[in-house]
Each structure stands twice: as C-alpha cells, then as structure tokens.
C-alpha cells in the first residue's frame, strides 16, 4: 500500500496546470478527472510557466491558487516548478496523472515520455482526455491584448 501524502484517500488524481486564464477547458477536464478519484492540482509557479513559455504569467502563483482553491473537487493544489512530471510522479506514486491530449508534441512531449514509462513502475495510468478546441490562455491573452 502506498503512503498517504496528502492527508486525502487514494487514488490521487494529480493535473498540472498553469491556470493563468482559468477557462471553461480547465472544467472540462477536472470534471473526467474527478471521476478517477481526489484531484490535486501541480499548479505552475511563475517562474516555471516562465522555464517552458519563456513568458512571464499574467497572474501571480498566489493569485491563480486562490481561483483554484474555489473549485470543490480540487482537494489539494502543490508548487510546480516547470516540467517535472516525472519526479513529482514518482515522489507521490501518483495514481493517476492527468493531462489534455495536446502535449503529445511541444515542450511537453519529451516529459511525457518519461513519465509514462515512469509511472508503469507501479501501475500508475496517464489519462489522457480531448482538448477543448479553441480555447487556451494563450489565446484569451492574445484577445485581451488586442483589445488593449
């Protein structure tokens, strides 16, 4: 059995997220997620959005925390600093790892790789789910600068 790192039941249900313009794809997906078991949030600090975007987030840490402290299936939200999918599965022996199916190719491929091979170590599933088409903070930040 695997230890209780969080004070919450397994399975853990672990997103990483940057949730810098929390949007309606950021619902979809915890709403597939909370079906797997408790939902902790990996939320980006600001300098590791900074370590893979190389922007800085519009939203402080501490401001995008207190948007997802909010939502009532997020149990639990921990510091992320960049892509380190990987080591954080494996320090928590995360059940379940969470993500949209658009970092198949981008900067997010090679930690994808390395944590699912990780993660069958001990049975733990990457769960994929369909990316909400058109809508990404990025593209609500391109729309509020040009608006501007």
């Not at 320090?91 to 069958?120: A, C, N």
Request: proline fraction near 3%.
């Amino acid at each position: 059995m695997r230890k209780n790192y969080f004070n919450l039941s397994r399975p853990y249900v672990f997103i990483p997220m940057s949730a810098d313009f929390f949007h309606h794809g950021h619902i979809n997906l915890l709403q597939k997620a909370k079906k797997y078991g408790n939902i902790i949030i990996g939320l980006m600090t600001d300098s590791g959005i900074k370590s893979y975007k190389k922007k800085s987030p519009f939203f402080t840490y501490m401001l995008r925390k207190k948007v997802l402290q909010e939502i009532k299936c997020v149990k639990k939200i921990i510091p992320l600093n960049g892509l380190e999918y990987a080591k954080t599965a494996q320090k928590y022996q995360l059940d379940y790892f969470v993500h949209g199916d658009d970092w198949k190719k981008g900067p997010q491929s090679k930690e994808r790789e390395t944590l699912i091979k990780t993660m069958k170590k001990w049975n733990g599933r990457v769960l994929e789910f369909k990316y909400t088409k058109n809508i990404s903070s990025s593209k609500i930040k391109k729309k509020f600068n040009k608006k501007i």
